[in-house]
Structure formats: structure tokens, C-alpha cells
């Protein structure tokens, strides 16, 4: 096949979407992202890897290199600081929360926030626990996470036991403290794969809400469902 034929045949690349996984407020020049490096193997045992993620994650930070970007609004809008957040964002799904993390605690300097509760998870602690520091930083001396600002920290690793630890099972773990923050009014952000975390979330707060208030499960769907209405439940997912 000429060549020219092939130019003309393949597809065009297309635009990869990141989440800004830091605060303008606590880096006005600069933009984080938080990318997962793509690789997998084939039925028939060929390595495959991400094209972009890839060559991103071999470019020299020394190195001053112009990389096209087009920036979108986005589907988490930023909470003000009087509002409670229960957020959850298991693998790279924590990147936007990375950001209201940051947030908070440059407003926190000059007044008060809100609590936050974050929950992480991942496969393994020792290879996948992005961002730990930060996390373990802010959940101590009066930090964003701590339980002195009425926050919290919980990370859940799915395979670190025999049996599977996911979000879900750290938030019923937590299910005083979730339904409390939603009678102050709380929002719910939830961020991460598309396939089966999300719905997985919505069943815990279900149970949740129906256990701590006494009331039967129907009445916990119209809350959400309520919550979402209202704008203060939001899910950006991806596959």
C-alpha cells in the first residue's frame, strides 16, 4: 500500500481528556495532571501499550517541551468551602479531589472549611496508593482531612487480602459519620472508572441512609435522587 493511501486511511488521533488534578489557588501557574500509564497484553501474548500516556510518562521534566492542550469545563464543579464534601474517588479517579484538597487548605489559612471525607482505593497499597503523602499529610495537624476538622481518610486496598476490600465496603465502615454530613447538607462527588464503581457507590449510600435513618430503602432512592436535583450529588466517569 503506498503510503500516501495509508495517510489517508488511518484515523485521525484522538484528543485524550485528563482531569486537573490541582488548585489554581495553590499553583496559579501551573496545571497537574494525574495520567495512568496504559499497558496491557493480548489474547496472544503481545504487549500493547497506551500511545499517549506512554510517551508522557517518558518526557524528561528537565526538559522544556510545548504539548498541545485545550482546557474544557468540567463535570465536578468546585464546592465552595462552607460546604461538607463526601467525596470518593478510587485510582486516578482522585485527581479532581487532589484539587479541592489543595483548595481547602489554602482557604482554610485565611478562614474556616467545611469537613471533607475522602475515600481512595486501588489494588495494592505498595504499588498503586497515588498520592499518599499529600493524603497522609492533610489527614494530620488540623489538616483538610483531619478529624480535628471534622474530615477523614479512608483508603481501601482490593487486593491486599483474600477477600476483595473496595470503597464501598470503607463507606459502610463509615456510615455514622456519611449520614451525619449528609444532615449538614453535604455534597457527594464521586469520580473513577465508568464500568461498575459508580453504581456500586449509589447502592452503599442507599444502605447507608436507610440503616442510619430507620427509613426503608425507597425513601433513601428519593434522598439521592433529591440530592441530585438539588446539584449536590456528582459523577464524572470515564471507561
Known amino acids: 500500500m503506498p503510503f500516501e493511501w495509508f495517510v489517508q486511511l488511518a484515523p485521525p488521533l484522538k484528543n485524550r481528556a485528563f482531569s486537573i488534578s490541582s488548585s489554581p489557588l495553590a499553583h496559579p501557574t501551573q496545571v497537574h495532571l494525574t495520567v495512568d500509564v496504559v499497558s496491557w497484553t493480548t489474547p496472544f501474548k503481545r504487549k500493547r501499550q497506551g500511545l499517549c500516556s506512554t510517551w508522557l510518562a517518558s518526557l524528561d521534566p528537565e526538559q522544556s517541551i510545548y504539548i498541545p492542550v485545550w482546557f474544557h469545563k468540567g463535570l465536578l464543579p ?10 470518593i474517588g478510587p485510582g486516578t479517579g482522585c485527581a479532581p479531589f487532589r484539587g479541592f484538597v489543595e483548595e481547602r487548605a489554602v482557604q482554610s489559612q485565611s478562614g474556616t472549611i467545611a469537613p471533607t471525607l475522602l475515600f481512595f ?33 479512608y483508603a481501601a486496598f482490593s487486593r491486599d487480602q483474600p477477600q476483595k476490600v473496595y470503597v464501598q465496603h470503607k463507606m459502610q465502615e463509615q456510615s455514622e459519620r456519611i449520614w451525619n454530613l449528609l444532615c449538614e447538607g453535604a ?28 427509613a426503608p430503602r425507597e425513601s433513601a432512592v428519593r434522598w439521592l435522587r433529591s440530592l441530585e436535583k438539588a446539584g449536590k450529588y456528582h459523577v464524572e466517569a470515564w471507561s
Open 187 to 214: 455534597a457527594i462527588y464521586v469520580a473513577g472508572s465508568s464500568t461498575k464503581m459508580p453504581s456500586d457507590v449509589m447502592v452503599a449510600f442507599e444502605e447507608i441512609i436507610s440503616k442510619e435513618s430507620g
Open 78 to 87: 468546585p464546592p465552595p468551602p462552607s460546604l461538607p464534601l463526601i467525596v
Open 121 to 153: 482505593g486501588c489494588r495494592n497499597e505498595n504499588n498503586d496508593f497515588l498520592y499518599r503523602d499529600f493524603w497522609f499529610s492533610h489527614s494530620e495537624n488540623d489538616g483538610v482531612l483531619s478529624e480535628a476538622k471534622g474530615g477523614g481518610f
